[in-house]
């Protein structure tokens, strides 16, 4: 633990301070909406390039580290690591929070972490500010997606973004029609899947609740499925206690859930593009769609500990991996718009870009990237206090009862 | 140098046995009790919400938490039920299967018996729950989908050699000769049972109701294979470890099962259990 104890405290007074309308003393630029309520601790980000030290270990989402031994045919991994000299080790999380407690514990040097992970971990000080002109390939990157509230905290930036895009309906052609285009599919307690649907296990799932409410119940006025204040997260969380009737499992294993559809245990849930391509190459007849509610999603950076022990490493991983060709692999591999505005020409499916909106920014306005619920509202109200993460893991408990 | 420390030893039992007793007692105390004296402590703390971290001060917030939150409650109790199951299960099972292995096999085919009720032992867990899953999968050969009943019949089967064993070793313990005296005297096979078996066997059935008792109650990854969408006291631990990082409240919940198992650990004492085991 070494001196986290006193930067949590040093961060909790600090937000307290903020909380309480007071300035933060060295606030030069202006705090981006919903995050003005802490200051980081102190950490230098590194200063210059050196030697890579011959290895890096990573925690990642499923398919974004990919060395050809999913798919001989995916692979983005063997040509960084001849090339820079740099071997990979990889640990996959399933959740956010899982990569948050990898994080912690100091063994890993970098991260791709989302919306959701990325400021709880600046808080903590578990992740360093990045010297993006160490990163050459970072001046591609769509200015759409840098300097954002989520890897960016007072115009410092901790991290290099990765990519984007949403969490998708999926479900068997087989066994569930007409085609849904719709949330209420998995929410609706009268479902004729009943017993079949999944859902993903995590409190952030609870964003989902919110924007099918957002659109079927306008009267709560949800308008950030990540801001819900008393009233709106109680909606939220008794849509799902009625979902739970009609779920079959939760998951949070992806393996699982592909595992399910194959079997058609399960019909019909949310799931990630990439989990679609891997059962589909399973031959599990399945189709995914983006509902007319709008999705939650995310908006993934890639960040470098603190304490990392291979920091030349990490950068160039930092480097390759928003690098066009690499970058356009992952992006389709994943099946999420990239972060590169070159990787666009790279993609071995020239309409890739087009397919996932990257640079269509009205698509994204439907897609809520997953974000950590904190007291002060992400929306700007100031008038409520909105739940916070921990309200969230405690509701999910009771949700699933 | 040897034959002097030899007889040292020898003339000071006193020193003899601490030295003795010196190395499995640090793994008591250190290794064992110290975790569990490390999870009482952390019990007390909480975690700052946004960041995480551990926040050393004392409070009860994480007990208060626990007894007025009636999800806990209920949790607590399903978790109490399913081991409770499959125990019962197990010792259906186990009993006639181990007085069979005992009483009915010949020595040859005894010492086989044993191999094969211990070869499940041998596979991962982890294959085995797996192994249930596809089973259960509703395209598979049994197809009785997941759920609670997925999860105490996966847990019988994972804990069944636990129970069969202590309860053989308990019966071969008995002689034949009480149930030949049984049967001059006129009892019957439920009579010899209840009045001569029963009562010389119940400690060694105790012995295997703790292992399957305290094992179901501590499991979480059976039910996150099979359970559907049941979570037990395990996965309340491991979720608020795992996924919350609420590692005091985590550490509060986990002292249900300590405290059940410790009440567990009483009533099988009162009976007298322990002390022929």
């Known amino acids: 633990m070494r001196s986290t104890p006193r930067i949590a405290a040093a961060v909790a007074a600090l937000a307290l301070a903020a909380a309480c309308g007071s300035t933060e003393p ?43 031994s999913t798919d001989p045919k995916v692979d983005w991994v063997s040509e960084f690591e001849s090339s820079t000299g740099c071997q990979v080790n990889t640990k996959t999380a399933g959740t956010s929070d899982e990569m948050v407690n990898l994080m912690k514990t100091g063994e890993y040097d970098a991260v791709s972490a989302s919306g959701d992970a990325s400021l709880r971990l600046i808080a903590a000080g578990t992740v360093a500010p990045v010297n993006t002109s160490l990163i050459p390939n970072y001046a591609d990157v769509f200015s759409g997606l840098k300097d954002k509230p989520w890897n960016s905290v007072g115009g410092v930036s901790y991290g290099v973004p990765h990519g984007r895009g949403a969490n998708l309906l999926m479900w068997r052609t087989d066994k569930v029609s007409p085609a849904p285009d719709s949330w209420g599919v998995v929410f609706d307690p009268a479902s004729p899947y009943k017993g079949s649907v999944t859902a993903y296990d995590s409190p952030i799932y609870i964003a989902d609740a919110a924007v099918y409410l957002m659109a079927t119940k306008p009267e709560l006025g949800i308008k950030n499925p990540y801001a819900l204040d008393d009233k709106q997260f109680t909606a939220a969380v008794d849509l799902l206690k009625q979902q739970r009737g009609i779920i079959g499992e939760y998951w949070s294993d992806y393996t699982k859930e592909i595992q399910a559809f194959k079997a058609g245990d399960t019909v019909v849930g949310t799931t990630w593009q990439v989990i679609a391509n891997l059962a589909l190459a399973d031959k599990a007849p399945v189709e995914v769609t983006l509902p007319k509610e709008g999705a939650t999603g995310w908006s993934d950076t890639w960040m470098v500990a603190a304490a990392a022990k291979n920091p030349n490493c990490a950068y160039k991983w930092l480097d390759w991996i928003i690098s066009p060709k690499a970058n356009a ?3 389709e591999w994943f ?24 640079t269509d920014e009205e698509y994204f306005s439907k897609v809520y990237y997953w974000t950590t619920p904190i007291p002060q509202c992400l929306d700007g109200r100031t008038d409520v206090t909105c739940k916070d993460y921990a309200e969230w893991t405690r509701a999910w408990t009771e949700i699933k009862g | 140098m040897r034959r002097r420390l030899a007889t040292f030893l020898h003339r000071h039992a006193g020193v003899r046995l601490s030295l003795l007793l010196s190395a499995p007692m640090a793994w008591l105390g250190l290794a064992y009790l110290g975790a569990l004296a490390a999870l009482l402590v952390t019990a007390f703390w909480s975690t700052d919400t946004f960041t995480g971290n551990l926040v050393r001060t004392f409070t009860w917030a994480n007990f208060e938490d626990l007894v007025t939150g009636e999800v806990y409650r209920t949790i607590a109790l399903r978790s109490l039920g399913v ?23 010949s020595p040859r085919a005894q010492r086989w018996l044993v191999i094969a009720v211990l070869t499940p032992l041998w596979a991962s867990y982890l294959v085995k729950a797996y192994a249930w899953r596809v089973l259960l999968s509703t395209g598979g050969i049994l197809g009785w989908g997941y759920g609670l009943g997925a999860t105490v019949l996966t847990l019988s089967y994972l804990w069944l050699p636990y129970m069969i064993l202590p309860i053989y070793a308990g019966l071969e313990r008995l002689p034949n000769s009480l149930l030949d005296a049984a049967g001059d005297l006129g009892a019957r096979g439920w009579r010899t049972f209840r009045t001569v078996v029963w009562p010389l066997t119940f400690p060694a059935v105790a012995a295997g109701s703790i292992f399957t008792f305290s094992l179901s109650l501590g499991d979480y990854i059976t039910v996150k294979i099979v359970g559907g969408r049941s979570q037990l006291i395990g996965n309340v631990v491991y979720d608020n470890i795992g996924a919350a990082n609420n590692l005091p409240f985590a550490a509060a919940v986990a002292t249900v099962p300590v405290v059940i198992m410790l009440v567990y650990l009483a009533a099988v004492r009162r009976t007298g259990a322990l002390e022929n085991l």
């Open chain 1, 329 to 331: 692999q992952v992006a």
């Open chain 2, 83 to 105: 081991a409770a199951a499959v125990t019962l299960i197990d010792l259906v099972v186990a009993f006639p299967m181990a007085f069979a292995m005992a009483k009915l096999a």
């Open chain 1, 26 to 68: 060295t606030g030069t630029a202006a705090p981006a909406p919903g995050v003005s309520g802490f200051t980081p601790p102190k950490i230098e980000a590194l200063a210059s390039l050196g030697a890579g030290e011959g290895q890096v270990n990573l925690v990642a989402w499923a398919g974004y580290v990919e060395d050809g």
């Open chain 1, 335 to 358: 099946g999420e718009a990239p972060s590169n505005a070159k990787s666009c020409a790279e993609t071995a499916d020239p309409k890739h870009c087009d397919t996932f909106h990257a």
